[in-house]
């Protein structure tokens, strides 16, 4: 069964500190790997999105990396800013990248 | 920036009722999808829509739904008669092609059944 498992369920870090979350998936055939960030309320927002030959992707304070052997992925936060508090999703596509399965998301909270 | 523009952003119904949610895609995009996120819980597929068809739906996509693109830039859900489960975000996507780089989602309508 195709999925998305995602850890930790919820993170809370000081405002300025580096975090790592994590993205474990078994969907096959691969065709991409996103990452999105979810205010609450709001619709998901796209920060990265990475093929199968592609092993690490930034986007200004976020760095994605993806391991397709192992089939795994993280998202690593730099100098983390209290407006970084969200959920954030993990989102793998296969079937030419249509139809996407989501993970459950980090809850990520960024304190002062 | 290009959006994917959802009406209304919330609505409240009564169990048994029919409501049509309302997405505008962005304008060159030619493939259109639906997404639901209960409360509390991740998002799930419910449909995608290419060339005026259903091109593939989930399990949770049955008989009370449908979807419907009735002129050039409007891309609707409608459920039939809704139940106390279907209260939800439900969320529109578009996309440019199948590669999935230009997927986009609106900002919701979140659905509260009474």
Known sequence: ?112 | EPEVTQTPSHQVTQMGQEVILRCVPISNHLYFYWYRQILGQKVEFLVSFYNNEISEKSEIFDDQFSVERPDGSNFTLKIRSTKLEDSAMYFCASNVGQDGHGYTFGSGTRLTVV
């Open chain 1, 1 to 112: 069964k195709n999925q998305v498992e995602q850890s930790p369920q919820s993170l809370i870090i000081l405002e300025g500190k580096n975090c790592t979350l994590q993205c474990n998936y078994t969907v096959s055939p691969f065709s991409n790997l996103r990452w999105y960030k979810q205010d609450t309320g709001r619709g998901p927002v796209s920060l990265t999105i990475m093929t199968f030959s592609e092993n690490t992707k930034s986007n200004g304070r976020y760095t994605a990396t993806l391991d397709a052997d192992t089939k795994q992925s993280s998202l690593h936060i730099t100098a983390s800013q209290l407006s970084d508090s969200a959920s954030y999703i993990c989102v793998v596509s296969g079937n030419y990248g249509q139809n996407f399965v989501f993970g459950p998301g980090t809850r990520l909270s960024v304190l002062p």
